[in-house]
């Protein structure tokens, strides 16, 4: 695993189908590249709460019903009810996750499914709609703040930057929260000024406001209103058009020390990516680069510019040849 004293390790809870072990119903496995690379810069912590409640490898397949009751999770071959069992079992690990950052779970599962599950009338035939399986809902209702995706989503490279960094932000500030301060959090708030710029500026004014008018507030209940705050602000990926803005306001503080032809030259990479002719790597990069040479201590420090190991930008990128999705993080 890599990692080194700057950048902490993610805490990740990945469905055990997805690489780890062949423990699907049909005793098959899933092989994603972008998992298995990732595997080596996050901490994977595996589960797959069908076998936990005791269904073995292969095994009939689960179908979740909605009835006057509520749902139920059933084996219709079997005849079995497995409701309370899996009910139980994903509310006991949610419990036992003391330290977590974000889950990849396994699509359209009875069980992991995050919002793609089938959810079937008591015909067990005909289909109602879409939702999450039994333990992704008990998931989302515990860990709300933290970063949640399925690997068929996953496979779309700005949900996978997104994710990414996300993902990172959150382990930061988790490490941040073992042992909470006040000047801690300001600093964590500060590398993250424009990052937060770029996604939610609504969010960054009440971050903002958070810190500045709790001046008494605990440590540690600050630290969990911040990151509730900050998890909204990641909630949804930042349009390529907020990028462009929080660009140009970054060069501002860099502008005097470079000639009229080099702004030039970044104008035209910026008006070239608005069009989606080039990706946002043209002028970030660009920006980057003047930044690490010319920028104070402080914008360097700015997470926008390396919103993750760098070591990961290449399994962010999808192995397609379909044109180039413009994205926040191409760098």
């Known amino acids: 695993m890599k990692s080194d004293s700057r950048t902490p390790t993610p805490v ?52 979740i019903i909605s009835g006057d009751g509520g749902r139920t999770l059933v084996q219709p071959a079997t005849g079995r009810d497995l409701t309370r069992s899996m009910i139980t079992f994903s509310q006991g690990f949610s419990k036992r996750l003391k330290e977590v950052d974000g889950f990849i779970l396994k699509s359209r599962s009875p069980s992991c499914g995050i919002r793609d599950t089938k959810i079937h009338d008591a015909d067990q035939v005909t289909v109602l709609e879409r939702g999450a399986g039994i333990f992704a809902a008990a998931i989302l209702e515990r860990f709300p703040d933290t970063a949640v995706e399925d690997e068929k989503r996953l496979r779309n490279r700005i949900r996978r930057e997104h994710f990414l960094t996300r993902l990172y932000v959150l382990a930061r500030l988790r490490r941040i929260a073992r042992q909470p301060t006040r000047e801690a959090l300001s600093r964590f708030h500060a590398a993250n000024h424009l990052m937060l710029m770029a996604y939610n500026r609504t969010e960054l004014d009440q971050l903002d406001r958070l810190l500045s008018d709790n001046g008494d507030a605990d440590a540690a209940v600050l630290a969990r209103a911040y990151k509730r705050r900050l998890s909204n602000a990641l909630s949804r990926s ?57 920028g104070t201590r402080d914008l360097r420090n700015q997470t926008l510019f390396n919103p993750y190991p760098t070591e990961l930008n290449d399994i962010a990128r999808p192995a397609s040849k379909k044109p180039r999705q413009r994205s926040l993080y191409d760098i």
């Not at 298995?36 to 095994?59: A, D, K, T």
């Not at 790597?281 to 920006?287: A, M, T």
């Open 238 to 294: 930042p349009r390529y058009t907020s990028l462009i803005g929080v660009l140009i306001y970054a060069l501002g503080p860099i502008s005097k020390q470079l000639t009229d032809r080099d702004k030039a030259r970044f104008l035209d990479r910026l008006e070239r990516f608005r069009n989606g002719k080039i990706p946002a790597s043209g002028p970030v990069g660009l920006l980057r680069s003047w930044v690490m040479r010319h």
């Open 12 to 63: 990740v809870v990945l469905s055990r189908c997805l690489g780890v072990e062949a423990c699907r119903y049909n005793g098959k496995m899933i092989r994603e590249d972008f998992i298995h690379q990732l595997s080596s810069y996050v901490e994977f912590r595996p589960v797959c709460p069908e076998l936990e409640i005791g269904l073995g490898v292969p095994r009939d397949p689960i179908q």
